[in-house]
C-alpha cells in the first residue's frame, strides 16, 4: 500500500467507527493522530538518547555538549527518517544557524534539506503532580518561557502521578500564550490547567484582565501504550 492509501484507509475507518457523532469522529482522530506522534517521538528519543552516550559533539561547530536539555536532534537527509546513520546532535543555535546557511545557499546540505529547518525535533517536557480540586493539573508558564517555545517542536504535557502525558506543537499552543492572556502571577505568568469537568481538554486561564477560559482537546496516553 501507499502512504496516500494508508491514510484514506484510516480516514474511512474513522468514519465507520464514528458515524453521525462528531463528538466521536474528533476523538478517534485525534487519538490516532496522538498515538503516531508518541510512535515518532519514541523513535526520536532512542536515537537521541544513542548518540549522547556515544560523546559525540555538536556536528554544526564540533563542540561538546554543557547540558542535554534542549539539544536538537538533526536528520542529514532531510529526505530520510530518524536513524542513527541519518542523525547527529546539535547546539540550538548551530542548527538555527545551519538551516539559515541552507537557505541563503552557502550550506552543505541538499536543497530538499531546507524543509526540515521547520522540523527542531525537540520535545520539552513539563511534568506537575495531582491536585485534588477543582483542577487536577496546572502548569505555569513564565513570560521567559514562552519566548523560547519557538526554540522547540513541542511541549509534553506529563501527568507525574499516572505518568500519561499529552503532546501539543508549539504552534498549537501559539495563540494561547500572547500578552493579553497573561496572568498577575510572577512576570505575568501563563496559566493552563486540566479541570476536573474537562478532563480531556487543557484549560487556558483568563489574562489578569479578565475573560474566558479557552480550551484545547488532547488525548493522554501513556508510554507502554499499544
Known amino acids: 500500500m501507499t502512504p496516500e492509501e494508508i491514510l484514506r484507509q484510516a ?46 559533539p555538536c556536528h554544526h561547530c564540533g563542540r561538546p555538549f554543557e547540558s542535554t536539555l534542549g539539544v536538537h536532534l538533526h536528520r542529514l537527509d532531510g529526505n530520510r527518517g530518524y536513524s542513527l546513520a541519518n542523525c547527529a546532535l546539535m547546539h540550538p543555535d548551530c542548527h538555527r544557524d545551519h538551516h539559515a546557511r541552507d537557505v541563503r545557499g552557502q550550506g552543505d546540505g541538499e536543497p530538499d534539506a531546507v524543509a526540515d529547518s521547520v522540523d527542531k525535533s525537540a520535545v520539552v517536557k513539563r511534568s506537575k503532580r495531582y491536585y485534588d480540586g477543582a483542577f487536577l493539573y496546572w502548569w505555569d508558564f513564565s513570560p521567559s518561557w514562552g519566548s523560547a517555545l519557538g526554540d522547540y517542536e513541542s511541549v509534553e504535557f506529563v501527568k507525574k502521578d499516572s505518568g ?11 495563540p494561547f500564550l500572547v500578552g493579553r492572556r497573561q496572568t498577575s502571577r510572577g512576570a505575568g505568568n501563563w496559566g493552563v490547567k486540566v479541570l476536573r469537568e474537562r478532563p480531556d481538554e487543557l484549560a487556558f486561564e483568563p489574562g ?14 501513556s508510554e507502554d501504550e499499544d
Open 11 to 56: 480516514r474511512e475507518s474513522i468514519r465507520r467507527h464514528a458515524g453521525d457523532d462528531e463528538d466521536k469522529w474528533f476523538y478517534a482522530n485525534r487519538y490516532v493522530f496522538a498515538r503516531l506522534q508518541l510512535d515518532e517521538r519514541k523513535t526520536k528519543r532512542r536515537v537521541k538518547q544513542l548518540l549522547t552516550r556515544s560523546g559525540r
Open 164 to 174: 500519561e502525558s499529552c503532546i501539543c506543537s508549539a504552534q498549537e499552543l501559539t
Open 208 to 221: 489578569r484582565g479578565g475573560g474566558e477560559w479557552l480550551f484545547l482537546p488532547v488525548v493522554w496516553l
